[in-house]
Each structure stands twice: as C-alpha cells, then as structure tokens.
C-alpha cells in the first residue's frame, strides 16, 4: 500500500490543522494505521494510531484530548485532527501502516512522505 500524507502547515499556538492520510494501491482494511512525528534532532515518535478493523484508537500521552485519530472507509483514508496545537508539536508527520500497533517506528511497514507542521508562539 502506498501513503500520500498531506495538511501540514504553518499555524499560532492554539489553532488547529488536519492532516490526511490516503492509501493506494491497496485498501487499508488489513492494517493498522499510524501517524508518527520527528522535531529536528529528535527520534521520531510515535503519536496515535487506530485499527481499521475496529477502529480501536491509541495515543501518545502528550496528544490525549487535543488530537483525534479517525478513519472514512470510503476514502480510504486516515485523518489526524489536531486541536490546541503547541509549538512543541511542531515537526514533520509521518503516516504509517502495519500490521500490529506499536509505538516504535520498526515494524510500521508502509511509510508516506511526511508533511510539515510548524506551530508559532
């Protein structure tokens, strides 16, 4: 499966973005999907994913109540909704998918471009 990510940009403290995660090539209702990030000088984190079976959600602790993971089976895709951003939630996100949810990048399979998010103070 091929990942397309796309929604990043250039946004103030507190203000909002959704980025998306397009699948190709393949449907993704056989894996898990994931969205990572990686601030420069940084070891790229894990951030939230979800079961597209179930659609059983998990997040990182620092997002929990301002980010939401979700999925539109018919588009075959995977957003991130990102509320009450922070600058220190500025880095390049990445989607991901696999076939187990895990917070280390390794066994993610499938990997998108990444897009940048940049939030101001």
């Known amino acids: 499966v091929q990942l397309q990510a796309s929604g990043g940009g250039l946004v103030q403290a507190g203000g909002s973005l959704r980025l998306s995660c397009a699948a190709s090539g393949r449907t993704f209702s056989r894996y898990r999907v994931a969205w990572f990030r990686q601030a420069p000088g940084k070891e790229r984190e894990f951030v939230a994913g979800?079961?597209?079976?179930?659609?059983?959600?998990y997040y990182e602790e620092s997002v929990k109540g301002r980010f939401t993971i979700s999925r539109d089976n018919a588009k075959n895709t995977v957003y991130l909704q990102m509320n009450s951003l922070k600058p220190e939630d500025t880095a390049v996100y990445y989607c991901a998918a696999g076939v187990v949810v895990t917070t280390i990048p390794g066994p993610w399979t499938n990997w998108g471009q990444g897009t940048q998010v940049t939030v101001s103070s």
């Open positions: 979800i079961r597209w079976d179930s659609g059983t959600t």
